[in-house]
């Protein structure tokens, strides 16, 4: 894939973009305080006095943060670095109160990585990863609640962050958009990070120039700050590429600015200049030593990985059997992988994720349940797909049997049992009915030995209908062309 090309009655122009990821680490407490992290309870609620900046206060580094974050520099294939130092970067905000951010500037506790995306077309890109430190989140300012006041909530402040920045290898709006799912994949997979969008526990921080195709030039970039959804991600990167051209276009330059992304337009507007790191006047955090790994502390987290979505892909694809496609999808989300491995065990894999992907996930869309209140348990789908294979019933009666499960969660083997379904084999009870069918309908006998061969289809289908569908299809077509002639 070669990205997207902007083109105009002026020229063609190329996309360049790169991302900054925010993202929540899963911990019980704070990174620098033991407040609890726990989203969702009453406002300053877990807030320890030096969530509250209040003076005299110490941070204590949350060794589980630490932790996490070394976990997540693996999953993307990061340099992990042994020392690394807290820097202060100071502003002034109101829902912070020490009036600076406790963060690693120079020297980052994650270094260099790579993250492979799928991309829609078949191919595979490598993006860069550039660095990954860790900082404290910031408090929430809440203006929507008085209309001549705002609000402060500090729960958020001292929240463990680790900020993932990419390199600028985007080309195209859809390749960000393929990274941002392969990282909140990973993440998931990790435990390190839950995803979450919409609740702000992922905020991506999107930076744009554009150059002309060919050219390569980086022109000055416009930063889009807390974009929160990957849809309007990838609709932020191509409205503010747009822009850029028509400015150049019209011989105008672009500033380089903080700018916001308005969902309900798709526009972007200008917030503020952009600041530059010298505006912020980091300076190593006097309240803090550096931060020292050893070789044995990285060992041990190494040992504690998980197998990632690219691992699991590929031993579906090569050891199951299954297409680069239907292991892409069920590897997305670790739940789903599980429930797949589960239910393809001992079974045909391949038949297993067909049922997966067609019939499985349709009826969990139509029930709107997830995966894990599923009425179909992945033993039961996984026996279903069995009774298929083994020739105990046909496909046709699967689809019945599937349906029953749905309402009532029943195991197969029981629902076929009990309801006489079992598909009829036996060729001598077989060939009673298909006798019967010829001569009951002379008229298409004589069509079919006069040419009309495809009217087979229709002698298929009044055996099944009249063995109750439990006759077995490929002895039924047997039998009827033998007897047709
Ligand atoms: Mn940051």
């Known amino acids: 894939m070669t990205g997207m090309i902007i083109e105009t009655e002026k020229g063609k ?12 680490i899963i911990s019980n407490s704070k990174i620098f305080s033991g407040a609890s992290t726990h989203y969702g309870s009453d406002a300053n609620e877990n807030v320890a006095f030096i969530d509250a900046g209040m003076p005299g206060m110490l941070p204590s580094l949350n060794e589980r943060c630490v932790y996490q974050a070394v976990k997540t520099g693996l999953g993307l294939n990061a340099q992990i670095n042994k020392y690394s ?15 600076y951010q406790i963060t690693q500037f120079r020297y980052p506790i994650v270094g260099e990585g790579k993250v492979t995306v799928d991309l829609s077309d078949g191919t595979a890109k490598e993006i860069g990863i550039e660095r990954m430190h860790i900082e404290q989140d910031a408090g929430k300012s809440i ?6 006041k705002s609000f ?10 680790m900020e993932i920045v990419t390199k600028p290898d985007f080309r195209a709006p859809e390749e960000a958009g393929a990274f ?11 435990g390190t990070c839950d995803g979450n969008m919409d609740e702000g526990s992922m905020r991506c921080d999107v930076n744009v120039s554009v150059r002309p195709l060919g050219s390569n030039e980086f022109r000055t970039r416009c930063e889009m700050k807390n974009v929160n959804s990957v849809k309007f991600v990838m609709t932020a990167i191509e409205n503010e590429a747009r822009r850029h051209i028509e400015v150049y276009e019209n011989g105008g330059e672009i500033a380089q600015e903080t700018r916001q992304f308005d969902p309900s337009t798709g526009k972007t507007k200008a917030m503020r200049k952009k600041e530059f790191a010298h505006d912020y006047r980091y300076f190593p955090e006097p309240d803090l030593l550096p931060l020292v790994l050893d070789d044995d502390y990285i060992a041990r987290i190494k040992a504690d990985m998980p197998e990632l979505p690219d691992a699991k892909k590929s031993r579906f694809v090569n050891e199951l059997g299954l297409t680069a496609y239907d292991a892409e999808v069920i590897c997305e989300n670790k739940e789903t992988a599980d429930f797949f491995e589960k239910a393809a065990k001992g079974h045909d894999a391949k038949k297993v994720a067909n049922w997966l992907m067609g019939d499985f996930f349709g009826m969990l869309n139509e029930k709107k349940v ?32 599937f349906a029953i499960m749905a ?58 209908k009249k063995s109750q569908g439990k006759a077995n299809p490929g002895v039924v077509n047997n039998l009827l062309k033998q007897k047709l002639g």
């Not at 203006?143 to 001549?148: G, N, Q, R, T």
């Not at 402060?152 to 962050?161: F, K, P, T």
Request: charged share 25%.
């Open 13 to 24: 122009w190329e996309i360049i973009c790169g991302l900054e990821i925010h993202c929540q």
């Open 85 to 99: 130092e807290f820097s202060r970067k100071n502003y002034f905000y109101a829902d912070l109160p020490q009036g």
């Open 143 to 148: 203006h929507d609640m008085a209309p001549d």
């Open 152 to 161: 402060i909530d500090l729960n958020r402040a001292g929240v463990g962050l």
């Open 180 to 190: 941002l799912r392969k990282l909140r994949s990973i993440l998931r997979y990790l």
């Open 370 to 401: 997830e995966l894990k209140d599923s009425p179909v348990s992945a033993e039961n789908l996984g026996k279903l797909v069995e009774l298929v294979t083994s020739n105990v019933i046909n496909g046709k009666t699967a689809k019945d049997v």
């Open 407 to 464: 309402d009532t969660g029943a195991d197969p083997e029981k629902i076929v049992e009990e309801k006489g379904l079992k598909q009829v084999t036996d060729t001598g009870a077989i060939e009673a009915i298909v006798d019967e069918v010829i001569a009951s309908s002379p008229d298409n006998v004589a069509a079919y030995k006069g040419g009309k061969t495809n009217l087979i289809g229709w002698f298929v289908g009044q055996v099944m």
